[in-house]
Nanobody, 115 residues
């Protein structure tokens, strides 16, 4: 089992920045990818950014140039630096880890961007 704990959400004005953290614990060997997803009220959960163990990153188009995903393998932590935040970024943000094709989710952290 893999346990994920997110932190760093909060309320920020449009144009502001936040950094989310996701700490992994438990059976973390063989985690090959991690990522951030978000779910706004009344909408489906969507991928925001992913990073492989090799460091390859992918972003959804709407956050490219504004968000940066990174990982610290020594700390078993993944980060999401979010800049130039927009009201449409408001959502619950979830961390996900993939290990041997099995997905593990964190509990989520709320990000609210006011206009």
């Amino acid at each position: 089992q893999v346990q994920l704990v997110e932190s760093g959400g909060g309320l920020v004005q449009a144009g502001g920045s936040l950094i989310l953290s996701c700490a992994a614990s438990g059976s973390i060997v063989s985690i090959n990818a991690m990522g951030w997803y978000r779910q706004a009220p009344g909408k489906q959960r969507e991928v925001v950014a992913t990073i492989t163990i090799c460091g390859t990153t992918n972003y959804r188009d709407s956050v490219k140039g504004r968000f940066t995903i990174s990982r610290d393998n020594d700390k078993n932590t993944v980060y999401l630096q979010m800049n130039s935040l927009k009201p449409e970024d408001t959502a619950v943000y979830y961390c996900k880890a993939v290990k041997r094709s099995v997905g593990y989710w964190g509990q989520g952290t709320q990000v609210t961007v006011s206009s």
